[in-house]
């Protein structure tokens, strides 16, 4: 069955630094991959998503990018702010299937 | 739409006790999962309905869990009896259709004494 795996498990940066989180995924049928947010105490919540018929996706300060040659996807967070810590999950899925969730990383924005 | 609605909020209960979960999802949605988050475990899939069925329930931990879903605005995750290992944040989530958006509730935090 399908696998994800996310690295790394916490990221540490500079506030207005990047920050970039990788998943890799295992079945070449997958063809969504969406990126959450949870903040301490709440539920996750979609930040972006992207289909396996685009490489890259942009909203603002957020991008995802992906490879589907070497299966795997990333998010990427410029200019850094507080507000970005919480924790980054991973998914991926294919048509009529649930969805299949990395293991989750811990982003902290140090001041 | 006021959102996924899971109740109760927080439940505290004695080992051995029936405890049930409630979700309402967003209305028009066709596909509701039942999550449960530890630090230890993370994010796990419970269980997956599509139009009201079980599709997928391997996520089940044992016989003591069951789900239903009688209808296409509510479902109910039971655990009969409970132990101390049940305790975690249940989230319900729902999706209008495949590989869309899913939206979570606001999660059921399970506390087993």
């Known amino acids: 069955g399908e696998n994800v795996e996310q690295h790394p498990s916490t990221l540490s940066v500079q506030e207005g630094d990047s920050a970039v989180i990788k998943c890799t995924y295992s079945d070449s049928a997958s063809n969504y991959f969406p990126w959450y947010k949870q903040e301490l105490g709440k539920r996750p919540q979609l930040i972006i998503d992207i289909r396996s018929n685009v490489g890259e996706k942009k909203d603002q300060r957020i991008a995802v990018t992906l490879n589907k040659t070497a299966k795997h996807f990333s998010l990427h967070i410029t200019e850094t702010q507080p507000e970005d810590s919480a924790v980054y999950f991973c998914a991926a899925s294919k048509s009529n299937y649930q969805l299949i969730w990395g293991a989750g990383t811990k982003l902290i924005i140090k001041p | 739409d006021a959102g996924v609605i899971q109740s109760p909020r927080h439940e505290v209960t004695e080992m051995g006790q029936e405890v049930t979960l409630r979700c309402k999802p967003i209305?028009?949605?066709?596909?509701l999962f039942w999550y449960r988050q530890t630090m230890m475990r993370g994010l796990e899939l419970l269980i997956y309905?599509?139009?009201?069925?079980?599709?997928?329930d391997s996520g089940m931990p044992e016989d003591r869990f069951s789900a239903k879903m009688p209808n296409a605005s509510f479902s109910t995750l039971k655990i009969q009896p409970s132990e101390p290992r049940d305790s975690a944040v249940y989230f319900c989530?729902?999706?209008?259709?495949?590989?869309?958006?899913?939206?979570f509730g606001q999660g059921t935090r399970l506390t087993v004494v």
């Open positions: 989530a729902s999706r209008v259709s495949e590989n869309t958006e899913a939206f």
């Open positions: 209305s028009g949605h066709n596909s």
């Open positions: 309905f599509n139009n009201n069925v079980p599709i997928d």
